[in-house]
């Protein structure tokens, strides 16, 4: 994978306004050039290394684990998103509609439309059936994940991708997990190892629909 400063710079123009700590773009843009043709060298020369995660949860309806990157490393999820991750869209069926460009709810409302007027053409009776996976993410193994992205992605591409998923095997982040479910009385599932991508980065987005 190779960048430039123009295509780093413009990917964190992109990602900016939905980074919710603002802190952190202020810190972030005080050596903006600096810290921009950092990410540029570290990713030419084969030498990222993604930091820690921050850990914290939300609540939803239920309550969210979330592993947030810093902003150096969603720059950098993002530039793996759209220089790798972005291949494997073509191989998705079509009805797959989450986290993709140019699809999304509205597109899936499009389809689930045109499935009903197409079976109410035929005068047949039809179902839809809603459900979640329980703790989806965290039950991701990945092994298979990776043996399943080594048909569509070359060597390099995929020593990268394992480096991201691989991420959640290190010991910090249930010591984390674990630090909030005691001071907060929470049942946040832990990561097994082997198993299980983060949850709040692009990157996981695409490779849990891959």
Do not use: W
Not at 112 to 137: A, E, P, Q, S, T
């Amino acid at each position: 994978m190779k960048v430039d400063y123009d295509l780093v710079y413009n990917v964190y123009l992109g990602i900016r306004s939905n980074i919710r700590n603002k802190k952190s773009i202020f810190y972030f843009e005080l050596l903006l050039d600096s810290n921009i043709n950092y990410i540029v060298n570290k990713i030419n020369n084969n030498d990222y290394k993604l930091g820690k995660y921050n850990i914290f949860y939300i609540k939803e309806k239920k309550y969210r684990l979330i592993l947030s990157n810093c902003v150096f490393d969603k720059v950098y999820n993002h530039l793996v998103s759209d220089l790798i991750l972005s291949k494997l869209d073509k191989y998705l069926i079509d009805s797959n509609v989450a986290s993709r460009i140019g699809k999304g709810t509205y597109y899936g409302r499009k389809l689930l439309h045109r499935y009903i007027c197409k079976l109410k053409g035929n005068n047949k009776v039809f179902y839809i059936l809603k459900f979640d996976i329980k703790k989806y993410f965290f039950n991701i193994d990945h092994d298979i994940l990776i043996n399943k992205l080594s048909k569509y992605l070359n060597k390099e591409e995929l020593l990268i991708i394992k480096d991201i998923i691989n991420s959640t095997n290190l010991d910090y982040i249930n010591k984390s997990i674990n630090l909030l479910n005691n001071k907060y009385k929470l049942n946040l599932p832990l990561y097994k190892l082997g198993k299980g991508i983060s949850i709040g980065s692009v990157c996981s987005q695409m490779l849990a629909v891959f």
